[in-house]
Each structure stands twice: as C-alpha cells, then as structure tokens.
C-alpha cells in the first residue's frame, strides 16, 4: 500500500520561503500523478501543485511564479518549494498520489487514491 507522510510545516513571516515535503511509500508505476492540495475551513480542498511520471508540472493560478513542484526519485520524496509566501497561502496542505493518466494531472480530488495526514503552513502579515 502507498503510504504518504507531509513534512516542512510551520510558521513564516509574509514575502518568506518554505520547503514541503512528502515521503512516499510503496509508489509503483502505476502512480502517474503527484499532487500538493491544501485546504483551509470553510472552503473545499484545492490543487496547488502536481507533477506526473514524466516530470510534467500543472499549477494553480494563485501560485504561479511563486511555488515549485518536485521530485526526487533517488529519495522517494515530493517536494514544495514555496516562496514569496502570502497569508492566503496560510493552510493545510496535503499530498497525494494517483494513477490517472494523462499529458497533464489535474486537480480532481477523485483521481487520487492516496493521501497524507497534511502539514500546516501558517504565513502572517
């Protein structure tokens, strides 16, 4: 079974840089999708971030510019390297993993199986 687990949370300082990261388990072939969504109360969890097999990248609007999606095979990691960090940016944030394929993920929360517990990013003013 594919297990997730988030790392790299905390508490940064408006116009600031954060480093996430994911530890993947069990991840086969089959896992064409890699995605960062964050979700705070009140509102449905959003896509932020993905990168597929082939080292593909789809982002959201919102971060554009500002957040860079990776991984490292060798590591077994995923990564979100964010910066220029806005208090809109303020979430949870969780990985997943999916095996929808297609030239690009997408930010269906159906199309991914697996999920980490999340990790908190706070950004204040």
């Known amino acids: 079974q594919v297990q997730l687990a988030e790392s790299g949370g905390g508490s940064v300082q408006a116009g600031g840089s954060l480093r996430l990261s994911c530890a993947a388990s069990?991840?086969?072939?089959?896992?064409?999708?890699m995605t960062w969504f964050r979700q705070v109360p009140e509102k449905e969890r959003e896509g932020v971030a993905a990168i597929n097999r082939d080292g593909g990248t789809t982002y959201a609007d919102s971060v554009k510019g500002r957040f860079t999606i990776s991984k490292d095979t060798a590591k077994n990691t995923l990564s979100l390297q964010m910066s220029s960090l806005k208090p809109e940016d303020t979430a949870m944030y969780y990985c997943?993993?999916?095996?929808?394929?297609?030239?690009?993920?997408?930010?269906?929360?159906?199309?991914?199986?697996?999920w980490g517990q999340g990790t908190q990013v706070t950004v204040s003013s």
């Open positions: 997943a993993a999916g095996s929808w394929y297609g030239a690009t993920c997408r930010f269906y929360r159906n199309d991914y199986d697996y």
């Open positions: 069990g991840i086969s072939y089959s896992t064409y999708c």
